[in-house]
């Protein structure tokens, strides 16, 4: 007798459980805790709050790895606008990237890790458009500063400049409204100059200079003077 009591109070249980979830309000907005499977599976594919159809709190997102659902991206979401503060996993469950989106927007910063090791890959910034604005810096495994950047909206704008792992500076390049344009160096990895010129909207332009251990060796001359002959 007290085995059937208790299996009925498992099964009441469980009934209210499952009538707790996936519900709507009297608008038919979902609301409340939900929970989505995999089509013709039991595997669940998100599960998270809404508050009259917005999705409040923790988000849990999923994909399938031989048949289980394996956690690939969490949302925290802001009850008072569409921000949320996103993660995203390997399969391995190892954090891939973190940062704030907007809907489907990556705004803000936005920071990247190594595949293979936790430390930071790269960091960049975006605007409320989901572009790359600002400062980016991506990182060799132990630490060290490889490239850094700058954007504008979306277009690469300023000086880039590239480091060895030992730290020394291998090239610096300057960018106009996404091409290369502007001055440009190039050195070998004991930091010494071996070539310099510019650039003009991605092309060499003027008089490049070449150098050997520190000393000026060829001189070369990019500029175009030819004309586009007339049409017949």
Do not use: C
């Not at 190039?186 to 332009?205: M, P, T, V, W």
Request: net charge positive.
């Amino acid at each position: 007798m007290k085995t059937i009591s208790l299996l009925f109070l498992v099964l009441v249980s469980y009934t209210v459980k499952a009538q707790d979830i996936n519900q709507m309000d009297i608008n038919g907005e979902r609301h409340g805790m939900w929970r989505k499977n995999f089509d013709k599976t039991n595997q669940p594919r998100y599960e998270g709050q809404f508050a009259h159809g917005k999705e409040i709190g923790l988000f849990k997102f999923y994909k399938l790895v031989n048949g289980k659902s394996v956690l690939s991206a969490t949302k925290e979401f802001n009850a008072d606008n569409e921000i949320a503060i996103v993660k995203f996993f390997s399969s391995t469950g190892k954090l891939i990237s973190e940062g704030k989106m907007d809907g489907k927007l990556f705004i803000d910063k936005w920071t990247y890790y190594h595949k293979k090791v936790p430390t930071v890959m790269s960091i960049e910034h975006y605007n409320d458009k989901g572009q790359l604005h600002g400062e980016k810096i991506v990182f060799y495994e132990l630490g060290q500063i490889a490239e850094t950047s700058n954007f504008i909206n979306g277009k690469q704008e300023g000086k880039a400049t590239w480091y060895s792992e030992k730290g020394v500076l291998i090239k610096e390049f300057m960018y106009e409204n996404d091409e290369l344009h502007g001055l440009s160096k190039y050195y070998d990895n004991k930091g010494q100059l071996i070539a310099e010129g510019a650039y003009k909207r991605g092309q060499k332009h003027g008089i490049w200079k070449y150098y050997t251990n520190g000393k000026l060796t060829e001189e070369k001359d990019f500029t175009v003077t030819s004309k586009n002959p007339k049409k017949q």
